[in-house]
């Protein structure tokens, strides 16, 4: 079971730039979610899905877009890369939705990403 | 934002003593969960606590919940080098679209051996 596997584990890009930051599980869980982290903002929430073919909108969704076409899988693209999304991004996933049934959070080990 | 506030930013302690973190948030919740994050890594989940359960015990973790005053806290015991990690408290939000976990900007605990 290797849990929650994000890749690349650093990147650097040029302003402008697209990317893809990909996510997959191995857990069968319903939920997927990323977040970037940032020096003193905390997590914040940038996409999430309940499901395949179900993703919505978190906190902080502008300049990246998802899909989940498969139950494993959650892709992040950058669609042109700004220094404002210098980050380290982290892929989430949980047997349940959150809410009256929320479980644990997997977390994978971040994708740190500057934008030059 | 129904983002968590945890308190204080940081905190250093001795080994052997306890460290009490806190969790503040802004509106109803179905349950709150605290996670651990160690430097360069994802973060662990550590313990969840329901909206309708006031305290929850797991090995040297005690977290509390008071929902008329809309906190939280974390109390490790006897507390070790290796705990020296960022401590953040994570919530939903019950009157919110379902699928939204909001995450506080976390403790920063230091244990000194």
């Known amino acids: 079971n290797a849990g929650v596997t994000q890749t690349p584990k650093f990147q650097v890009l040029k302003t402008g730039q697209s990317m893809t930051l990909q996510c997959a599980q191995d857990?069968?869980?319903?939920?997927m979610s990323w977040y970037r982290q940032d020096p003193g903002m905390g997590l914040r929430l940038i996409h999430y899905?309940?499901?395949?073919?179900?993703?919505d909108q978190g906190e902080v969704p502008n300049g990246y877009n998802v899909s989940r076409s498969t139950t494993e899988d959650f892709p992040l693209r950058l669609l042109s890369a700004a220094p404002s999304q210098t980050s380290v991004y982290f892929c989430?996933?949980?047997?349940?939705?959150?809410?009256?049934?929320?479980?644990?959070?997997?977390f994978g080990e971040g994708s740190r990403l500057t934008v030059l | 934002s129904q983002q968590g506030e945890e308190d204080p930013q940081a905190l250093s302690i001795q080994e052997g003593e306890n460290a009490t973190m806190n969790c503040s948030y802004k509106?109803?919740?179905?349950?709150l969960q605290w996670y651990r994050q160690n430097s360069g890594r994802g973060l662990v989940h550590l313990i969840l606590?329901?909206?309708?359960?006031r305290e929850k015990h797991s090995g040297r973790l005690r977290v509390t919940l008071d929902t008329s005053k809309k906190s939280s806290s974390l109390l490790i015991t006897a507390s070790r080098a290796a705990d020296t990690a960022s401590y953040f408290c994570?919530?939903?939000?019950?009157?919110?679209?379902?699928?939204?976990?909001?995450f506080g900007r976390g403790t920063q605990l230091t244990v000194w051996p």
């Open positions: 606590i329901r909206s309708n359960e």
């Open positions: 509106t109803s919740i179905n349950n």
């Open positions: 857990m069968n869980h319903e939920y």
């Open positions: 989430a996933s949980s047997y349940s939705r959150t809410g009256l049934y929320t479980g644990e959070l997997f």
């Open positions: 994570a919530t939903d939000d019950r009157g919110s679209t379902l699928g939204r976990l909001y």
């Open positions: 899905s309940v499901g395949a073919g179900i993703t």
